[in-house]
């Protein structure tokens, strides 16, 4: 690498490349884990804990049964469809151990969502939790997969705690919908098969892929990110260095929130945090905000990640206002854009800045983050990660002056190989060495950088380009607001017009409040049109407001036909 303008803002106990080689695979590194940490808690859910040890035990035995109860061969793709429970890592580091590769699915997918991602991945084996196990029934026909194994909430949580779980969860909160899967096996027997078997490690390399993971298909069908050993070790690796100034081994209280099927959790809170031995506390469902505070209220957690409306849902509560954060030491949001008035009300309440990071799930995921050490930047994404370059560049691909706005393009050890199967939509988006995030962005004098908006869903507005992430941010901080989405639409008078919709929490709040707060800060061809008050708004999975789906409904309200 060479002396780029953000070196001199690194800190000082960061280096500015990592060696990732020094292991061959994410097995490797757990292997490393799990002899250092023996049995320290690993993980957590739902008051049960699990040492690295045993950990380590199960998700042999699950890699027993793939590779000598079923004789599956490395590079089969094992699809893991669940929530945040204890089976998830066990499931997950059983697969990697395998040699095979997991593909992550959202337990929320519909069945059109489902046949397309296991049909696309070519999943021979399907591991999923019975809550959505009537959606696999109805796809059942249609899909390649060749092994079931159904699992069910409680499964890991050991005697009468796992039973009233499951019984409560099917009888009382009817959360399992009936459902017949003829073949299926349940985890329970997988494991009790696996654990006849003597383990035998699968030889791994860097090059080998890890995971395929299914973007989110907002701008078209859904593909599959292939990640490697490498890129998943690099990004981990690059991860922890970030991070050390502030963590310690075995000290550690890490919330995670987010689901670990995501990439976000699933290589900052699953993976990164496994190599220092940190206690991952899973939260299953953070939707039931009264429990969720709960739980943290039995911990003194050291380590929490997010996305801005989980963050923003949570300083809305009172309850979580009064929970003792004096172990807090980083708060990292990424995911989607971190208000400013989300990070403010954050360090108020928490004492600790809310550091705002930058990814994709094509660079496993992490390349940018704020530095953990008081020198953050409200509403930037800070600095490239070690190993890692950024390049502000025109349509071209021309780097653009310091100051100057155009596309992120990113290089570094955790780019992924390709999109699976999808040799030309891999071109489309390398420029070289370099990927093209699709996201604009500037880079000031100090080699901060700052996300202006995605390229797609810029608006144009007489000439004038719109970002929505300018117009949500000021909106953000009027009084009253809870949430807000900035969607375009045509104008035969300005090409577009800004439409806002807004979630309030304050009944006396109008569109005409919310107008005259925006024209405080923006000039008047940002300044929204349109100001719509909804109930909530749509999101994904992990909770990132979708702009296309509130397009979408508002296309249909006003009976506009899509182009």
């Not at 098969?193 to 490690?201: E, L, N, V």
């Not at 963050?311 to 949001?333: H, R, T, Y």
């Not at 983050?369 to 930037?380: A, F, K, L, M, S």
């Not at 004038?464 to 375009?488: H, Q, R, T």
Request: aromatic share 8%; charged share 25%.
């Amino acid at each position: 690498m060479t002396d780029f303008p953000w070196f001199q803002h690194y800190p000082a106990s960061v280096p500015k490349d990592v060696n990732y080689q020094i292991y061959s695979s994410v097995v490797d590194l757990f292997d490393e884990s799990v002899k250092k940490f023996g049995e320290a808690v690993a993980f957590e859910c739902m008051g049960k804990t699990m040492s690295f040890s045993e950990l380590d035990r199960l998700s042999s035995y699950f890699a027993n049964y793939l590779t000598q109860e079923l004789k599956l061969k490395k590079g089969t793709r094992v699809a893991i469809q669940m929530p945040n429970v204890l089976q998830y890592p066990v499931v997950m580091f059983g697969a990697l151990k395998a040699g095979m590769v997991v593909v992550n699915t959202n337990p929320l997918y519909t069945p059109a969502e489902m046949k397309h991602q296991f049909n696309d991945s070519g999943a021979e084996v399907i591991v999923i939790v019975q809550n959505f196990a009537s959606h696999l029934e109805k796809i059942r026909s249609e899909i390649a997969a060749k092994h079931i194994i159904v699992t069910e909430l409680g499964d890991l949580l050991g005697g009468l705690k796992g039973m009233i779980v499951n019984v409560v969860v099917k009888h009382v909160k009817k959360l399992v919908p009936p459902f017949s899967l003829p073949g299926s096996v349940s985890f329970k027997t997988a494991l009790s098969k696996g654990k006849g078997f003597t383990f035998k490690p699968t030889k791994l390399t860097l090059e080998d892929s890890a995971y395929l993971q299914y973007t989110g298909g907002t701008t078209g069908v859904s593909k599959g990110a292939e990640l490697t050993h490498g890129n998943i070790v690099a990004n981990m690796e690059q991860i922890s260095a970030w991070m050390k100034p502030k963590l310690k081994e075995r000290e550690e209280i890490v919330i995670t929130a987010l689901p670990l099927y995501h990439i976000f959790a699933l290589t900052v809170n699953c993976l990164a945090m496994l190599k220092i031995g940190a206690h991952n506390v899973l939260i299953t469902n953070p939707r039931d905000m009264k429990a969720f505070i709960g739980d943290l209220a039995k911990k003194k957690f050291t380590v929490m990640t997010g996305v801005n409306t989980l963050f923003n849902g949570l300083l809305n509560q009172e309850a979580f206002k009064s929970l003792d954060f004096s172990g807090l030491k980083i708060a990292v949001g990424g995911g989607m854009a971190v208000q400013k008035a989300t990070a403010e009300k954050w360090k108020a309440v928490t004492g600790v800045p809310l550091a705002e990071g930058y990814g994709l799930t094509e660079t496993s995921p992490v390349a940018s983050c704020n530095p953990i050490d008081g020198t953050e930047r409200i509403g930037t994404i800070g600095l490239p990660l070690p190993n890692t370059d950024f390049m502000i560049a025109d349509d071209a691909g021309n780097s653009m002056p310091i100051g100057e706005r155009g596309e992120i393009l990113i290089k570094g050890p955790q780019v992924m190989r390709g999109y699976w199967h999808r040799p030309e939509e891999t071109a489309n988006v390398m420029h070289g060495e370099w990927f093209k995030s699709g996201d604009i962005g500037v880079m000031d004098k100090d080699g901060f950088f700052k996300i202006v908006d995605r390229k797609k869903e810029m608006i144009l507005v007489s000439g004038f380009n719109v970002y929505p992430n300018e117009v949500e941010d000021v909106i953000a901080s009027c009084p009253g607001v809870v949430e807000v989405g900035v969607i375009g639409m045509p104008d035969d008078k300005s090409t577009e017009r800004v439409i806002a919709y807004v979630v309030k929490k304050e009944p006396g709040l109008t569109a005409e409040k919310v107008i005259a707060h925006c024209k405080q800060s923006l000039t008047n061809y940002k300044v929204p049109k349109e100001v719509h008050f909804v109930d909530e708004l749509p999101k994904s999975n992990v909770g990132k407001i979708l702009r296309r789906k509130i397009k979408e409904a508002h296309m249909e309200k006003k009976g506009v036909v899509a182009d």
